[in-house]
């Protein structure tokens, strides 16, 4: 990773993924099939593309006590913990309706109503992702939400890991369907004999996953489509450079295209943090993936002070920013965008990953300048109530009416005068 | 309009405009000119689509003073009015950072930023839209937001229309530039000498506007691209026929492609209010626009019963909707899906569009099910902020570098152990 003196403009943007032509096409044709044969598509794409024949869709319960037996305790103690310390953060975000009153008689407020049906794509393929499972869950259930809907690809053996499962059913998750790609999205937004339709889709997927659920962008709400993973460490000369190397290579482990920056005003930490990540990229296990983001997306940037620093990290709009800092709760003003902020040398990034209780789902792609990571907020809408009284409409009525032919609708004014009609 | 009973599934949804191929591409090109020659891209193309040669795109201080000689004392004092209750409803949407902690030592919390910069697209054309002055700004200012800049087509005198100064001014705006089109949404995208780049584009506007929002999405964010508006009226044999039909017109006269539903279960209001459409229509100024809207997009549903009348009212979802039954209140916890709420006689559509506080950017095109209006929340942005201390990283770290072993993430697991080394 080079040390280089930040000049001019810096951004983590890399190219979104918007697919080849070929994949375009296929992800439309999945679609489509699936529309039109609903469960028979689904087994037949599971066939081909996860090479299992499935009898059932659904997750069996010998599948879930299997689960059980594969994940020890100890573990299923700590997704329990964490599952509470997740659920203790957002039940802070949850929303309430409310309402306001005026003397005349008005009555304003907005409902918050929670969605009908929420559904939560987990990526399969050789990891597991438990974290997703609990991560997506819980704010949809804090919400309200009353059907919450998991898909994820089967594995070789025709069922999914058992930690998604233990961490689906320790959540109360009663919808499970082994089905993944183009098709399980396909089939979350228009249903077939086995799945009913949800209204927003969730979760993280390859490029195929993506691609569906931009296409079915419209017919139900998505959430955001995730880019390649970013950490940015704000770093003065009292942070230690092991643990700094550390958390970069936590994020460049990730995948080959993840981001991984450290911005300081000390030099003397610039190097030291160099020769740290050499000495620990050695013995890394993903350490191919690692060296190649950092070689392709990895910074080292030093400024002549902190504040130049911080405004380096404005700039950049990192996803994660871990500031390592003498008094690091004093730049928190400061910084105005970042997807999540960890403060200080024992918050590293993986205790937010998995453990401390907020959300790990954030913006990427330096799109923390306008955008939050998920929140309960996702998992709502809310309608505006209005009650006007007689009073109100008498009183105000020839204002509003006024206002509706400044601006060239007269049926607008009409409307309100048949009210006021003695 | 037809009366129909009801049966199978309802809809509000039209087909989205996705614009013709030459109209994308001609977004295309002027996105491409404007980002290569800035202003003297600006000053062609008003040229070319406004018919105005312009010196400067700035509104000046001349054109403030004549627009505040035109609007009248009497309007001006309705514009306040309307901007101080819709600030005082806004006002109860801000969302406040907070923080949590845990004995161990542990902070959480959720800061609330506000956006550095927005853009408002005001929509020119033979209309003034003040209002959209008032619903876009005022929420943003609410927010925090310190940079606001409007944008809104130059009509053939070259300046904008006096109203709309009028709004912007007494709400303090001071960024107000003369330009419509996909170019000004370039130029708040991308910057030129004259606008800088903002972080968030608002506002509606027409197809050009719409697929040049689109086409800069990623670079900035967008609001919510609006379909034509629509009103569902909820009545039993309470209702007054003449109100309902003033209303369903009021929606109608929008735009051709408005729709405008009675759902009831009394036989005999519905023909009552077919009988009132007929009548009022007559004498509409915009009455072949209502009409056609009435033709292709109205309808009256009529139900067995009330519930069935609120499932299919659930079922279209709708932008607006009033409730005119003997107690509206008691049917509130039963509408599940409405972008706003009208409840009562007295609170007829216009009273939200303009002046009773409430926002009238709402979710069109049956989104209700899974979004909700213009509120607050789209000007800010959350970061998660995470402090973990030496004790809870000393109880927890165990558990969380198992966690991270769990998917696979052994550079996770090791950030987290580096700070665990004696």
């Known amino acids: 990773m080079k040390i280089e003196r930040v000049q001019g403009t810096l951004s983590l943007r890399r190219t979104i993924e918007s697919g080849t032509e070929e994949q375009r096409k296929a992800v439309k ?10 469960d028979a598509a689904l087994r037949k794409y599971t066939e081909q593309f996860d090479g299992v024949r499935l009898d059932s869709l659904c997750v069996s ?6 689960a059980y037996w594969i994940v020890d305790e100890k573990m299923i103690e700590i997704i329990r913990k964490a599952a509470r310390n997740i659920r203790e953060y957002h039940e802070r975000q949850a929303q309430t309706s409310w ?8 009555m304003l407020g907005q409902k918050v109503t929670p969605l009908d049906a929420v559904g939560l794509y987990v ?12 991560m997506n869950v819980i704010p949809a259930q804090v919400a309200g939400v009353k059907r919450i809907v998991i898909v994820s690809p089967p594995n070789e053996r025709g069922t999914l890991p058992a930690s998604v499962i233990v961490a689906a059913c320790e959540l109360g998750v ?11 999205i396909a089939a979350l937004a228009y249903g077939t004999e086995t799945i009913q339709p949800v209204d927003k889709i969730f979760g993280p997927g390859n490029i195929y996953v993506a691609l569906a659920k931009r296409e079915v962008f419209g017919q139900v709400a998505i959430d955001m489509i995730a880019g390649p993973s970013e950490i940015v460490v704000l770093a003065d000369e009292t942070a230690r450079p092991n643990e700094i190397a550390a958390d970069l290579l936590s994020q460049a482990e990730h995948d080959e295209r993840a981001s991984s920056v450290l911005v300081t005003p000390s030099l003397k930490l610039a190097h ?11 013995t890394l296990p993903r350490r191919a993936i690692a060296e190649k983001a950092l070689e392709q997306y990895g910074a080292i940037y030093v400024t002549d002070t902190l504040d130049e620093a911080i405004e380096v990290v404005n700039e950049l ?22 997807g999540a902020i960890f403060l200080g040398r024992y918050s590293s990034e993986p ?6 209780g907020a959300n790990h789902v954030l913006p990427t792609n330096g799109t923390a300048r306008f955008s939050s990571g998920l929140t309960v907020d996702e998992f709502v809408k809310k309608s505006s109530v209005i009650f006007y009284s007689k009073e109100a409409l008498q009183k105000n009525g020839e204002s509003i009416a006024a206002f509706a032919r400044l601006e060239g609708l007269e049926a607008h004014a009409r409307a309100i005068e048949e009210r006021l009609k003695k």
Chains 1, 2 share one sequence.
């Not at 044709?29 to 609903?38: L, S």
């Open 99 to 106: 309402f306001m009153t005026r003397d005349d008689g008005t």
């Open 272 to 282: 030291a943090v160099e020769k740290e990540l050499k000495q620990q990229l050695a």
């Open 61 to 66: 319960q010998e599948e879930i006590e299997e």
């Open 351 to 356: 205790v937010g990953d998995y453990f401390a």
């Open 317 to 338: 709009a990192p996803e994660h920013l871990e500031v390592m800092t003498a008094n690091p709760l004093q730049l928190l003003g400061k910084i105005r965008h970042a």
């Open 174 to 184: 009663e919808e499970m369907y082994k089905v993944g790609g183009a098709q399980a």
């Open 123 to 134: 990526p399969g393929g050789t990891a597991a992702y438990p974290s997703s499972v609990l």
């Open 29 to 38: 044709e999945i679609i489509e099939q699936v529309r039109k044969n609903g």
